[in-house]
């Protein structure tokens, strides 16, 4: 007996509410179907190959790369975002393709240097229509890629699109055709764009606790005043009363982490329990996201996010590193958009061309644009060695 496709195999496994490749709205340029994956494995396939997906490896999370080589970057940290998300989707019997793709995908459009960079890029795109990241992913897998012969970006699914996506402004919405549509509309994006979301915070927050002690810049009797920690940490240090420090946090972590992913899939559970989606337009049509933790895990997470706000990314030593990330972005665009012809050939000659997305404007938000696309697209480290070049006279090239 021949043994089924994988595209079926997946297929007769996913729940009626899972994404389903012959349901989705697919790909903007038609293009074949692959022979030996599914739809979603093809898009997550694509993600991985992209030069986006590579630079990732020096872009900061937290701590900057050349910091040290144990802290997580915009890379790592998009692998435990895919981990984690995965096993909520296999629990759940949805596309675990396709939470990964979007998984991968949702800090592609990140700057050099994390937030600082973003809201350096911001504050110089103000008359240009601004800057945002999630945005910004978005179009880097539509547009900026540059790989195939038939299309810009990666011409990836509806859904993976929708999934990375996941916020946007009505009247950008608006011009983005039916990816935006949901944010007129008020309607929820699928499951697994839900899950993704919701996974990309237990992700950051847990191991940015991880970080946050090993850099010494947070403490664990500071943490001992956060229930979600101090929790776990009881139950480890009973078990084991002389665990070394390393193992004794990572147990901790680790539990944390099972804790919030536990929740997440019963509560999630129940909510499909109550609402019974019979298909993923049924869920995109809820008033409320069915991807939840409870209540009490809610009020858990959010005290764990307000103590990391507070003592790791407001520290002294992270502050510092931000307003030196802030400036060197800062004078980085102010010398490309006074004078462009210091820009790579590409990029003038793409300064030339009309602009994929036309609200963004043309003429002078045009060169702006093209600036941030190519600043956005720069490692923690080329930002450096690109500021030195045009601001060092001893550097010649
Ligand atoms: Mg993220």
Redesign the pocket.
Known sequence: MDSPTPELRSEKMLAPYACHENQSPGRVHKETSPSCRNQYQRDRDRIIHCAAFRRLEYKTQVFVNHEGDLFRT?LT??LE?AQIARSVARALRLQEDLVEAISLA??LG?TPYGHAGQDALNECMREYGGFEHNLQSLRVIDLLEEKYAEFNGLNLMFDTREGVLKHCAKPVAATLKEVGERFLNNTQPSLEAQLANIC?EI??NNHDVDDGLRSGLIEIEQLLAVRLFKDEYEIVIKKYPNLARKRRIHEVIRRMINRQVTDLINTTSENITTISPRSVDDVRQTTKRLAQFSEEMLSLHQELKRFLGANLYRHNRVRRMTVKAQRLIKEIFNAYISDPALLPADEQFRIAQPDPWPFFGDGDARKARVIADYIAGMTDRYAIAEHQRLYNPEKSD
């Open positions: 915009r940290h998009s975002v949702h800090d990140h990309d992700a950051y």
